[in-house]
């Protein structure tokens, strides 16, 4: 069975950084990434990494956020630094082709909650 889980996330202030991870299982997938979605608006893309290492960021998280994976253990970091208010939304981790777009993923994790306070 393929399955995508995720941990790490929480409630951090401003300025501060969190780390999540994403485990795969059931098979390897060309691109791994992240995407957010805050109350009241859409699922937006993150970042992605692709099996290669070639690494994609939105604008709003560049130099900020931090992708990795490890191929080996089939699983991908997200090291996010500098934490806005803004950046506070549910973390979904994805898995498919890639892009930048959710039409290119099709396996979702179960969500993780990031908080920022102002």
């Known amino acids: 069975q393929v399955q995508l889980v995720e941990s790490g996330g929480g409630l951090v202030q401003a300025g501060g950084s969190l780390r999540l991870s994403c485990a795969a299982s059931?098979?390897?997938?060309?691109?791994m990434g992240w995407f957010r979605q805050a109350p009241g608006k859409e699922r937006e893309f993150v970042v992605a990494i692709s099996y290669s290492g070639n690494t994609y960021y939105a604008d709003s998280v560049k130099g900020r956020f931090t992708i990795s994976r490890d191929n080996a253990k089939n699983t991908v970091q997200l090291q996010m630094s500098s934490l806005k208010a803004e950046d506070t939304a549910v973390y979904y981790c994805a898995a498919g082709l890639g892009g930048r777009v959710r039409s290119g993923y099709d396996r979702w994790g179960q969500g993780t909650q990031v908080t920022v306070s102002s």
């Open positions: 059931g098979r390897t997938f060309s691109t």
